[in-house]
């Protein structure tokens, strides 16, 4: 792919890790890059620092002046950036091309592409098939990078890439609005449940965004399909890529189309036996369902059947999903800050055996309560609340007729009323269906925080 951004003037807006990779792997390709954040009170000289050579950087915060406007060819946005800022319209409205982190990682690298968006189940999804894909490419000299939304930037590792190279890549809806070229070989949309509308605005527009990893895809491509989503369903319709559906129900004879699921107690592609259930470590429905997805993907790159079976035999939950933390006199104790939605949070509070005391909210992402809320039946026996959203989910509550709700000051001190309402045999679950923006950094932080606080009771 030819490289655009040389000698071109680049204005990258964002001064986070996803921002500042962004602008490193354009000053490789001979760019010149002004690097942007609305935040005047951001750190210009730990920006600065951050990088290996910043000598032709420039950096600018708080606003641009009219010349900087000017002279900008390309602007690339961070996945935090929405297309209605005022900023982006204006400099589009110019003609400027626009364009985001995760295209441009894409653009500026080599070799082949794994990608997994959904509303939940990334992560987990995307660990094990980078698990699958290293096991697969070890011995072989490929080299395997796992990136986007679950870690490092896409344009952190793009320079190391060859034709060799394989990726597996999380990729948000934030970062597909933004794609031009971007084209997976296998692609997967795990589901579709509502989730960021205070900045996609719609249901449809959300998920129109997620059925976009597929839209430069063509028939030697793969999109792998959830088809017991009836939104994920439908995107097979028109598809250039050949279509692979998941599913945990029977295969319906009507379907022509290759497919994973399951069957004896057993994960199966079509006829053949992968792996028992009995033997996946991952706890809940909603995991089998990124195993299935997972498996697919793999399949398809031409993955043999025994890597997979061993590699999801050996796989544990990745930290802040449903992550067990410890037994404290009989209770124990989960860590799922990365439930930052109430679908999330749903499948946490299904995937619970015993009688749980749930400690939810956080920032108000314009959410719905309501099957959150329907879903504690016969699961949650106590809700802890905190944060932005905490008066929202209480009167939520309320109208379902669950009134065991206890507001708590902060995370800490959800914990330890947690700790004394628990008894021997329950579970206590961080399962916020809620962003941790108002409180804490990141979900990580949250997560990392809350096992703290469970490990000091």
């Known amino acids: ?270 006829a053949r036996r992968i792996v028992g259930i009995s033997e996946i470590k991952l706890l809940g429905k909603h995991n089998l369902e990124n195993v299935m997805a997972a498996v697919a993907m793999a399949e398809r790159f031409g993955v043999p059947d025994q890597v997979i079976r061993d590699t999801v035999r050996n796989f544990k939950a990745v930290e802040h999903r449903i992550e067990f933390v410890r037994n404290i006199d009989g209770v124990d104790y989960y860590n799922d800050s990365k439930g930052t939605n109430p679908d999330a949070a749903i499948k946490a509070v299904e995937a619970m055996v015993k009688p749980t005391i749930l400690i939810g909210g956080g920032y108000d992402k314009k959410s719905t309560y309501d099957e959150f809320i329907e879903a504690f039946e016969g699961k949650v026996k106590l809700l802890i609340l905190i944060g932005e959203t905490a008066e929202i989910i209480k009167e939520c509550a309320l109208r379902h007729g669950f009134g065991a709700v206890i507001m708590a000051d902060d995370l800490r001190d959800a914990v330890n009323i947690a700790c004394d309402n628990a008894v021997s045999g329950d579970a206590v679950l961080l399962s916020p269906a809620c962003a941790s923006w108002d409180m804490f950094k990141n979900y990580e932080e949250r997560g990392r925080l809350f096992k703290e606080y469970v490990s000091s009771l």
């Open 1 to 270: 792919m030819s490289n655009r951004y040389k000698d071109k003037n680049c204005l990258v807006f964002g001064t986070g890790v996803s921002g500042r990779a962004a602008a490193g792997l354009l000053i490789k390709n001979g760019a010149r890059v002004t690097l942007f954040d609305q935040n005047e009170k951001a750190d210009k000289e730990a920006v600065r620092a951050s990088f290996d050579d910043a000598s032709s950087l420039n950096i600018v915060l708080g606003t641009l002046s009219g010349e900087e406007k000017e002279r900008t060819d390309i602007l690339v946005l961070s996945p935090g950036v929405p297309l209605d800022n005022p900023l982006v319209t204006e400099l589009s409205g110019r003609g400027v091309y626009v364009t985001g982190e995760i295209e441009l990682g894409y653009e500026l690298s080599k070799g082949e592409l794994l990608a997994i968006t959904g509303t939940n189940g990334k992560t987990t999804t995307t660990t094990l098939l980078g698990e699958i894909m290293k096991a697969y490419a070890r011995g072989t000299g490929r080299n395997v990078l796992v990136v986007g939304n679950i870690g490092d930037p896409y344009t952190l590792h793009a320079p190391e890439t060859t034709e060799e190279t394989i990726t597996v890549a999380e990729i948000s809806s934030f970062q597909l609005e933004t794609i031009h070229a971007f084209k997976p070989r296998v692609s997967a949309v795990l589901n579709v449940t509502p989730d960021h509308l205070n900045r996609h605005h719609s249901m449809e527009n959300y998920a129109a965004v997620k059925k976009s990893i597929s839209l430069n895809q063509d028939s030697g491509d793969t999109l792998v399909l959830n088809y017991d989503d009836p939104i994920t369903r439908s995107m097979a319709e028109g598809q250039k890529a050949d279509v692979v559906f998941f599913t945990g129900k029977e295969v319906p004879i009507t379907e022509k189309r290759d497919f994973v699921h399951i069957k004896d107690g057993a994960v199966y592609v079509n």
